[in-house]
C-alpha cells in the first residue's frame, strides 16, 4: 500500500527543504499576484471616477457659458481651470498698489462702463469698493470646493436681495469685469483663466437672481406675518391698559360717592 509522505516527516534532508521553500515562493507569489489584482482594481475605479469628475466639471463649464437662472445646485470646475483663475486673481491684486485699490479698480470698471447699473449702488463708493473685493476674493478662493462656493454664493445672494439683478444686468457686469482682467493684465489673463471667470461670474449672477425669485417672496410672508402679529399684540396691550385706567376710575368715582354720604349723614346729625 502507497503511503504519501509529507515534507515535515524529513524535515533534514536536502529535498525537503528545497520543497519548503518552493511553497513559500508559491505562496508569496499568489499574495503578490492577488495585491497586484486589488492595488490594478482600486486603479481602475480611482481612473474611473476621476474620469466621471472630469466630466461632470467639463458638462458644469459647458453650461455655465451663459447665465443660470432656473436653478441654483453645486458646480464643480475642471482643476486646471480653477487653478489658472485663481493665478490670474493673485495676479491682479498683486498689480494693484492695495488691496482698496484693487476694489476701487473692481467697481470703477462696472460703475464707469456701466451707467444702467449706477442706480443699483447706494452706499458710498469707498466702502463698495471694499464689498467687491471682499466678495471676489472669498468666491475665488472657494472655487475649486463646489459645496464652500455654493454657501459662500448663497450668503452673498442673501445679502442683495434688495437689488434687482436681471440675466441682462448680469451680463453687462461679467463683461465689465473680463475687460477690465484683459486690459490690466494682459498674457497672463489666460484662455483658462477667462473660462473660469466667465463660468463663475455667470454661476454667481444666475444664483443671484434664483435667489431672489424663490426666497424674497417666503422673507416677505414672514416679515407680513411678523408684522402683523406684532400690531395684534401691541393692541392687546393698549386694551388692557385702558382696562386698567377704567378700573382706577370706577374705584375712585366710588371713593367719592362714599365721601359724600358720609358728609350727608353727619349734616342730618347735627341738625337733630
Known sequence: QAHTVGVECFPSLPWAAHLAMADEEEIQEETEYLEEEED?????EEEAEGEEAEEVADASVASLKEVQ??????????ADVVAESQQAWQAFISSASSREAAGEALFAAVFDSAPSLQSLFKTPRSVMAMRFMNGFNSIISAAARPSALKTQVETLGFQHLDMEVTVPRVVIFRDAIIDLFDMEMGARFTSKAKLGFMAILNYVGGAYIYIRREYAVRIKVINSSWRTANNKAADFMDAGEEGAEGGEGGEGGEGEAGKEGEEAAKAEADKK
Open 69 to 78: 437662472d432656473k436653478t441654483f445646485v453645486e458646480v464643480r470646475l475642471p
Open 40 to 44: 490594478g482594481a482600486e486603479a481602475v
